[in-house]
């Protein structure tokens, strides 16, 4: 992400006064790339808190998605799976909706 731009991206929302607690500064690292900007914390701080808080993610995901979840359809990012998952969203629009 970094060497997509994603530094130059928080530079221009804070250049445009997004503040802080605005929606856009509110995902994992955006903070902790702005407070660098502002010269609080060290990129490479910056960038450890990003990586922790993501992790921390990580987990509070799988805890709350489990594998076993009969109304999840998981799919593995492998070759066909956009097809796969085109076949899965045409058969779900397809089906008649249940009467109540």
Known sequence: MMEAG???????????N???GAPSMSAIGYAQLAEYLRGDVELDEALAETRRLTRQFIRRQA???????????WFMNDVG????????????????????
């Open 6 to 16: 994603w530094l130059d991206e928080v530079e221009t929302l804070l250049s445009l």
């Open 63 to 73: 805890n709350w998605f489990k594998p076993d979840d009969p109304s999840i359809l």
């Open 81 to 100: 799976v956009v097809e796969e998952i085109e076949r899965c969203i045409s058969t779900w629009v397809d089906k008649e909706p249940t009467e109540a």
């Open 18 to 20: 997004i503040p802080h």
